[in-house]
């Protein structure tokens, strides 16, 4: 069976659904960590809003997290210096700095497990990445230090430490903040309008809508379609393994990820693009008889991301040809952290007050990236391949996963159980239902 440990640890609150045409100041559509979190802080805010989901919330990609709060994303400040610069890269990082801030605050008011730990970005082979890195924060004035041992099953090069992060039980967290909200569950977002939001319950008036769906449903406007693409990437939760005392990734796209839970160590990897073949949790596995050969695996689940042209998220206004509209996506595998990050930003642009980190994550920023023409590329491959089922979404050609038994598309990550059901979107209904 698949269920991340959070899961099987936590109870959600159930919330019933719309009845019937409704306003309020700011509507929220999608209840993941994000929309929870735009909720929370503009209720604390004084601000009336309304949250939608269409099924339950934190039912999708919020329960299959790592739940890592950390302003270390990666060797990513190396990258951020080059291309956006240092004020903005500084920004990014006290962006996170302050989301994580906010977390520990909220920490010590709500049951959520949360504890401080030094997080640790590892390289197996190339320390000159790590040099690169710690010339780069040095630079910025972002505190780090270079360790060479590590409590991990094998042999690294090195890796770069940011101290006094943290860890969460983001269920337990997302309970403790959804309680006092105004949220209406199992009602589905149908069409979008200015001031307005039909509903398959009721239409919602409402002058600000923020579009939290993980990925953007509302293809008409912002391009994200093509400037996102889906990568999915798996998860063991292991008793009687070895408790790493700190949260650790690979440097490499698809390395190991680990963290430990009440006794439990969570191994991540094998990332690989949605749609586009990967081994699951073999690879997983098979470390798992190597390097911990009397640990019991306990828990097995999928997680999927949002990855963005630049490695930033995208969250601000949706277009510019739609007022009153915003979005938060594009979290590149640090959803817990970008999650708040997005809700102080929105919590100011929709009262009108200016946020010191908007800039840095406007969508409306350069999309000139090569990125972007491998994305098309992969886009205009599945759209001319002839072959069934397709995507609602956008109409390219599904592919068989045999790993979790689903269809999913290599275009935009839209997954789909056996029988057409919707598991994840940007599409919005099953297999050849309509979409927007």
């Not at 269409?54 to 210096?81: E, F, M, P, V």
């Not at 640990?295 to 930033?312: F, K, N, T």
Request: a neutral charge; aromatic letters at 8%; hydrophobic letters at 40%.
């Amino acid at each position: 069976m698949l269920n991340s440990v959070w899961a099987e640890t936590a109870r959600i609150p159930a919330f019933p659904p719309l009845e019937g045409d409704t306003r309020t100041d700011v509507l929220i559509v999608g209840g993941g960590m994000a929309g929870l979190l735009c909720a929370y802080l503009l209720k604390r805010a004084g601000v009336d809003c309304l949250l939608v989901e269409a099924g339950r919330i934190c039912g999708g990609i919020s329960r299959n997290t790592t739940a890592k709060l950390t302003s270390q994303h990666g060797l990513c400040y190396d990258k951020l210096l080059k291309s956006l610069g240092a004020e903005k890269a500084r920004l990014y990082w006290q962006a996170n700095e302050a989301a994580l801030a906010q977390y520990r605050q909220l920490g010590r008011e709500i049951p959520c497990g949360l504890e401080t730990r030094d997080a640790y970005v590892y390289t197996l082979d190339s320390p000159e990445k790590l040099r690169r890195e710690l010339e780069a924060l040095e630079l910025l004035g972002i505190p780090a230090d270079l360790v060479q041992d590590l409590p991990l099953p094998f042999r690294t090069a090195g890796a770069v430490r940011f101290r006094n992060q943290a860890q969460f039980h983001p269920l337990k967290f997302a309970a403790g903040i959804a309680e006092s909200l105004n949220i209406r569950e199992r009602t589905t977002a149908l069409e979008f309008a200015p001031g307005t939001v039909k509903t398959d319950r009721g239409t919602v008036r409402a002058e600000t809508v923020i579009m939290a769906t993980h990925f953007p449903i509302l293809n008409k406007h912002g391009g994200y379609f093509l400037r996102l693409y889906q990568s999915r990437s798996y998860v063991l939760a292991l008793e009687n393994a070895q408790d790493v005392n700190g949260m650790y990734l690979d440097e490499r796209e698809g390395g190991l990820s680990f963290r430990t839970y009440e006794g439990r160590l969570l191994l991540g990897g094998g990332g690989h693009r949605t749609g586009k073949q990967g081994d699951g949790w073999k690879g997983l596995e098979s470390f798992v008889r190597t390097h911990y050969p009397e640990a019991d695996i306990v828990c097995r689940w999928a997680a999927q991301d949002c990855m963005s042209l630049d490695g930033v998220p995208y969250i601000g206004p949706y277009s510019r040809a739609t007022p009153g509209l915003y979005v938060a996506t594009g979290f590149n595998k640090w959803g817990m952290t970008s999650s708040m990050a997005a809700a102080m930003v929105l919590r100011d642009l929709v009262q009108g007050r200016e946020n010191p980190f908007a800039p840095v994550f406007s969508p409306a920023r350069s999309s000139l990236h090569p990125q972007l023409a491998v994305n098309a590329l992969a886009s205009a491959a599945n759209l001319l391949k002839p072959t069934a089922p397709r995507c609602p979404h956008l109409g390219c050609a599904l592919n068989w996963n045999p790993e979790e038994r689903s269809w999913d598309c290599p275009c935009h990550g839209s997954r789909f159980a056996e029988d057409g059901k919707l598991l994840d979107g940007p599409a919005t209904g099953g297999i050849f239902t309509k979409n927007l």
